[in-house]
């Protein structure tokens, strides 16, 4: 996945296309580009149309586990990978923030099981979301090792549970956005003592915006990026 990316190019390691351009926010900043995820075929039918800068995944996201045709999914999944459509595989993972997404713990698992044994099968790479679960990435480990990378988005741990992951034969990267500006010691913590190499630069957009603000731009990646520079002394 990350030999796609050349020197000196903007990356942005995770956003949606899907929902910047139904905001009309799909403005990208010169030498730019970007891994869009997207979660239905819906999102799908738009993101593909996305230029050659916008790097292509697909999964069954946790916040769907719910609502979601597994087997309509899966098979779906299978095939953009067998027709050599997407990069990654993901977002996968868990999310046990709220109760209603507690509720869905067994539904999360099971789509989860199938994302991570395509991801082997087909040697992909996984883009993981995690929010206050982040048990169950030690639980897997075992299993994360046989993967060709692994990308923690928006990682929330800390640099003693990245390292761990590190040191557990994972080949992972994380991943941190406009949470940089909330004072969230955690993340910030990770982005000053991880290595530098492990380290990527993502917005979420149109996620994960700011107080006072309705979204976030894609182009905000700058902010971030300098941001992680600063931070890591650059």
């Known amino acids: 996945m990350l030999e796609k990316i050349e020197k000196n190019m903007l990356f942005d390691a995770h956003f949606h296309y899907f929902y910047c351009k139904k905001l009309g926010i799909c403005s990208f900043p010169p030498s730019w580009t970007g891994i869009s995820c997207a979660h239905s075929k819906e999102e799908w039918a738009v993101q593909i149309e996305a230029g050659e800068n916008v790097l292509q995944a697909y999964g069954m996201h946790p916040q769907n586990a719910a609502r979601e045709n597994v087997k309509e999914s899966a098979d779906f999944l299978e095939e953009l990978i067998q027709s050599k459509k997407i990069i990654a595989i993901g977002e996968a993972g868990f999310d046990y923030f709220s109760d209603e997404y507690r509720s869905s713990k067994k539904e999360q698992e099971e789509i989860w099981n199938i994302q991570l044994d395509l991801a082997f099968k087909y040697k992909l790479p996984l883009i993981v979301h995690c929010r206050k679960a982040n048990e169950k990435l030690f639980e897997y480990s075992k299993e994360l ?36 500006f909330n004072n969230n010691k955690k993340v910030i913590s990770c982005v000053k003592e991880l290595p530098v190499e492990r380290i990527l630069a993502e917005t979420d957009a149109p996620f994960q915006f700011l107080k006072g603000e309705t979204y976030t731009k894609p182009d905000q990646i700058i902010d971030v990026i300098e941001e992680i520079k600063k931070l890591q002394g650059l």
Not at 149 to 177: D, K
């Open 145 to 180: 090792q046989n993967l060709p990378e692994v990308l923690f988005h928006s990682f929330m741990g800390s640099p003693v549970e990245a390292y761990s992951l590190i040191n557990r034969g994972i080949n992972a990267y994380f991943s941190f956005g406009r949470q940089l």
